[in-house]
């Protein structure tokens, strides 16, 4: 059980915008920045957005994030054939001294 | 442009210790977070621990016990062993550089990854 809560799987068809939610507390998303990676089968995780909101450079400006209270959410926008990948969110957990991630989730271009 | 670099053994059997070792190259080692990730087959990413140029640690409190994460300055690695392994313990395991620091003006923690290793598959069965 992870101590952020994702859905397991989103779709939607290419073009389109999608958006994947991350659900937690007070003492992880709640009072602390978070990350989001992106993780192709049989490949290590990628950074794609951090701080909330920042994309490190590499990452293409159709992905965005956001974060409102408890809960963060992932933008992808035109969606691509080549966007299909597991999508975790993270951050650290004060109350547990600890990183915290999402069980993930599994983005399907129709 | 950091580099991190893994291995260790990849097939142990039930109650042997799993020993891995991550270099870092081409970048500072100091002021850094580097933390030991794995990922069971089909599952998602559980943190294990980290550990700063220090020696500073912090562990899942739910393998704390089992654990140990150490760092070799000199060499600019870090090792993580995993003892009384069990089937539960197969995953691969990534380590991975994190950049934490504290928000004074708004109470919070940034944290992310951002260099990631090619992960080392540890299976562990008899």
């Known amino acids: 059980q992870s101590v952020l809560t994702q859905p397991p799987s989103v779709s939607a068809a290419p073009g389109q915008r999608v958006t994947i939610s991350c659900s937690g507390s007070i003492s992880n998303i709640g009072n602390n920045y978070v990350s989001w990676y992106q993780q192709f089968p049989e490949t290590a995780p990628k950074l794609l957005i951090y701080d909330n909101n920042k994309r490190p450079s590499r990452i293409p400006d159709r992905f965005s994030g956001s974060k409102s209270a408890t809960s963060a959410t992932l933008g992808i926008s035109g969606l691509q054939t080549g966007d299909e990948a597991d999508y975790y969110c993270?951050?650290?957990?004060?109350?547990?001294?600890?990183?915290?991630f999402g069980g993930g989730t599994k983005l399907t271009v129709l | 442009q950091v580099q991190l670099q893994q291995w260790g053994a990849g097939l142990l059997k039930p109650s042997e210790t799993l020993s891995l070792t991550c270099a870092v190259y081409g970048g500072s080692f100091s002021g850094y977070y580097w933390s030991w990730i794995r990922q069971p087959p089909g599952k998602g990413l559980e943190w294990i621990g980290e550990i700063n140029h220090s020696g500073s640690t912090n562990y899942n409190s739910s393998l704390k016990s089992r654990v140990t994460i150490s760092v070799d300055t000199s060499q600019n690695q870090f090792s993580l062993k995993v003892n009384s392994l069990t089937a539960a313990d197969t995953a691969v395991y990534y380590c991975?550089?994190?950049?934490?620091?504290?928000?004074?003006?708004?109470?919070?923690?940034?944290?992310?990854?951002?260099?990631w290793g090619e992960g080392t598959t540890v299976t562990v069965s008899s």
């Open positions: 991975a550089r994190g950049e934490r620091s504290f928000d004074s003006e708004n109470f919070q923690y940034f944290y992310h990854m951002d260099v």
């Open positions: 993270g951050t650290w957990d004060s109350s547990l001294s600890a990183v915290v």
